[in-house]
């Protein structure tokens, strides 16, 4: 089976650009999260959503921010203008309801760095 | 996908020995936990998890103790090996009907041959 899938992989822009990174879940999978990593930071999450509808978006960051899930098979993460300090790993992840709290699986990954 | 790095307390062990990597967890409401293990360039990747109502759990080389009383998650890992080195994280959940997990900063384990 093919797991959580990210796209790119890397990403160098320049500050002021827009930047849209792109998860496909695992099918079947009814939780999608977003997640950004740091050294400062560590793990943290974005937003996550449950059939395709955004539950809890009190991670994003600030209004540059903004996460769409059009169908069950592909989320997007939209920063617009990116700044240097937007520069992370960006995780996706995604979970199957089984009557309780669920496993996460996560993607690769995608670095980005904005100069 | 560099995890976290620099600032990582680091726990190094030999090839064969057994590895004991500790968390604090913040949340006494937390019901369930997560242990996940990070290499260099992925995603963090599940290796065991517990919920409140127990104390430990065990699977293939890894145990995770939980002891609510003061707050503190284990994951043991039985014979190291050199595939064992990564950034392992603790996570918790927290609140009813809510999915997300918060993540520790995580602890790099070194394993020499």
């Known amino acids: 089976d093919a797991g959580v899938i990210q796209s790119p992989r890397h990403e160098v822009t320049e500050m002021g650009q827009e930047v849209t990174l792109r998860c496909k879940p695992i099918s079947g999978h009814d939780y999608l999260f977003w997640y950004r990593q740091t050294m400062m930071r560590g793990l943290e999450l974005l937003i996550y959503?449950?059939?395709?509808?955004?539950?809890?978006d009190s991670g994003m960051p600030e209004d540059r921010f903004s996460a769409k899930m059009p169908n069950a098979s592909f989320s997007t993460l939209k920063i617009q203008p990116s700044e240097p300090r937007d520069s992370a790993v960006y995780f996706c992840?995604?979970?199957?309801?089984?009557?309780?709290?669920?496993?996460?699986?996560f993607g690769p990954g995608t670095r980005l760095t904005v100069l | 996908g560099e995890s976290v790095g620099l600032h990582l307390p680091t726990l190094s062990v030999q090839e064969g020995d057994n590895s004991i990597i500790n968390c604090a967890y913040s949340?006494?409401?937390?019901?369930?936990f997560i242990w996940y293990k990070q290499e260099s360039g992925k995603g963090p990747q599940f290796i065991i998890d517990i919920r409140s109502n127990m104390d430990k759990r065990q699977g293939q080389r890894v145990t995770v103790l939980l002891n609510k009383t003061v707050k503190h998650l284990s994951l043991q890992i039985a014979a190291t090996q050199p595939g064992d080195s990564a950034v392992y994280f603790c996570?918790?959940?927290?609140?009813?009907?809510?999915?997300?997990?918060?993540f520790g900063s995580g602890t790099r384990l070194q394993v020499q041959p």
């Open positions: 949340n006494s409401a937390s019901d369930y």
């Open positions: 959503f449950n059939n395709n509808v955004p539950i809890d």
């Open positions: 992840a995604s979970s199957k309801t089984s009557g309780g709290v669920d496993t996460q699986y």
């Open positions: 996570a918790e959940n927290y609140g009813t009907g809510r999915r997300a997990l918060t």
